[in-house]
C-alpha cells in the first residue's frame, strides 16, 4: 500500500538584487539553486516564493511584504538585505532597527520558529567593476558592510536564527575572476557566484530542514 505522496515544503525568499538575481536567468538565483540542491539532497521543498526587487532598502522590503499580505506561515524563509542601505549612506544603527523588525517578522513568517529562517550575510559590492569605476572608497565600503554584517550575525545569535557568512566568498570571488564570478553589469553576481553562496547556505538549510540546529557558518 503505497501512502500520500508527501507534501512539498514551503519556501519564501526575501531581499534585494542578489535574491531576485539580478542579470542572471531564473534557475540561476540562489534561493532556486538552494531548493534544487535541497531536492537533490533528498529535502522536498518547492521552489521559492521569491519578494525582492533590486534597489531595496530594509524598508523598502517591510512595505513590499505589507503590500502582499497575508503572506500566511512558511516552512522556510530567507532573508538577505541591506546592500542598499549602505549604498545609500544610511547609518548602522538604522538598519540595525529595521533589519531586526524584519528578522522577527521572518520567524514569525516560518510559524515562530527561529529553527526555519536562514540569514546571509551582505556581500561586498565594493570588490566588483562597477565600485572601482564609481571612485567610491572601496575601504570604506567595506568597513560599512562589517560593521552591518556584525550586527546582523549578533541579532540572528539573539533570535536563534542561523546565519551564514557569504562576505568571503564575494571578496575572493569577484576579485579573482569578475568575468565568471559577475554579470554583465559588473555589479552583480553570475550564477556561478551564487552558486558558491548555495555550496556555504546548503549544509546550513540540511541541518534546519532536516531537524537539527546549526547557528552558523562561515
Request: glycine share 10%.
Amino acid at each position: 500500500m503505497s501512502g500520500k505522496p508527501m507534501r512539498a515544503l514551503s519556501y519564501l525568499a526575501l531581499g534585494d538584487s542578489y535574491t531576485i538575481g539580478e542579470g542572471v536567468e531564473e534557475t540561476g538565483r540562489w534561493p532556486m539553486q538552494l531548493a534544487a540542491r535541497l531536492r537533490e539532497a533528498g529535502i522536498a521543498i518547492a521552489d521559492p516564493r521569491i519578494i525582492a526587487t533590486t534597489g531595496w532598502t530594509t524598508d523598502e522590503l517591510a512595505a513590499a511584504m505589507d503590500a502582499a499580505e497575508p503572506l500566511g506561515e512558511w516552512d522556510f524563509v530567507s532573508l538577505l538585505i541591506g546592500v542598499n542601505n549602505q549604498y545609500r549612506g544610511r547609518a548602522v544603527d538604522e538598519y540595525i532597527g529595521e533589519f531586526h523588525r524584519l528578522l522577527r517578522r521572518a520567524i514569525a513568517l516560518a510559524g515562530d520558529r527561529m529553527e526555519r529562517v536562514l540569514v546571509l550575510s551582505i556581500p561586498d559590492w565594493g570588490v566588483t567593476p562597477f565600485a572601482f569605476a564609481s571612485g567610491r572608497d572601496r575601504q570604506a565600503i567595506a568597513d560599512d558592510l562589517d560593521a552591518y554584517n556584525a550586527a546582523a550575525h549578533e541579532l540572528c545569535a539573539a533570535e536563534g536564527v542561523a546565519f551564514v557568512d557569504i562576505t568571503g566568498i564575494s571578496r575572493t570571488e569577484a576579485g579573482s575572476d569578475a568575468s565568471a564570478m559577475l554579470a554583465e553589469d559588473g555589479l552583480h553576481p553570475s550564477a556561478a557566484q551564487y552558486a558558491r553562496w548555495t555550496d556555504a547556505a546548503l549544509p546550513v538549510a540540511l541541518g534546519l530542514l532536516s531537524g537539527g540546529a546549526t547557528a552558523s557558518a562561515g
